[in-house]
């Protein structure tokens, strides 16, 4: 027998593909639960079922994006090969995921805007930006372990700075994008981090 549909995940998605259109277009504060929900196809009634509220929905969206972060870090830290090299791999793929989602680049700021007084948004991005650092400072100390990185380098701090890197390169590229290309900087930045690590301590 061919397995049923998940319904209720078919919808979420639904609901919260519908809120990044209606997010992009209006913004965080001037959407209504009513303009998500037609640009949904379902009812008010539905809409509140899934979320009970706008700023669970942009949690959710937070977690949605920034679970495939994760999930590309995982691939890289499962794989083989030179760290330095997974680095570059990692900053091309999400490099690409950054991109593919261009049409949410008005509201980036508003994210950040919200995670200082909204608990839900706030608990979202940290959750993320743990786990990120978490398995980028096992991947750097993978490096260090197998000598191809400097033993006194600061695994955590290093993850730390690479996120802070990649992060400011994406509100610049939204501020400023005609003169920010985002993937050759962000592989530029990249590149420095690998080659602070790699060279030999004095």
């Known amino acids: 027998m061919t397995p049923r549909p998940n319904v209720s995940e078919q919808r979420r998605t639904q609901?919260?593909?519908a809120a990044q259109s209606v997010f992009a277009?209006?913004?965080?504060?001037?959407?209504?639960?009513?303009?998500?929900?037609?640009?949904?196809?379902?009812?008010?009634?539905?809409?509140?079922w899934y979320y009970r509220s706008k700023d669970a929905i942009i949690a959710a969206i937070l977690d949605r994006i920034f679970s495939q972060e994760v999930e590309a870090l995982k691939e890289v830290l499962a794989g083989d090969g030179p760290v330095a090299e997974r680095l570059r791999h990692l900053v091309e793929a999400s490099t690409r995921h950054v991109l593919s989602l261009h049409f949410l680049a008005p509201i980036a700021f508003e994210f950040y805007a919200l995670a200082a007084r909204n608990k839900n948004v706030r608990e979202a991005?940290?959750?993320?930006?743990?786990?990120?650092?978490?398995?980028?400072?096992r991947l750097i100390?993978?490096?260090?372990?197998?000598?191809?990185?400097?033993?006194?380098?600061?695994?955590?701090?290093?993850?730390?700075?690479?996120?802070?890197?990649f992060e400011g390169l994406i509100l610049l590229w939204v501020v400023d994008p005609d003169h920010v290309d985002l993937a050759e900087q962000a592989q530029y930045g990249m590149e420095m981090f690998i080659r602070s690590m790699?060279?030999?301590?004095?």
């Open 125 to 137: 991005l940290r959750r993320y930006y743990a786990i990120y650092r978490q398995d980028l400072t």
């Open 15 to 17: 609901i919260i593909e």
């Open 141 to 165: 100390e993978e490096g260090i372990a197998s000598g191809e990185f400097r033993p006194d380098v600061n695994a955590n701090a290093m993850a730390q700075s690479i996120i802070g890197l």
């Open 25 to 48: 277009r209006l913004g965080f504060h001037k959407a209504r639960m009513d303009d998500i929900a037609q640009e949904a196809g379902v009812s008010k009634g539905t809409l509140y």
């Open 198 to 202: 790699q060279q030999e301590a004095r």
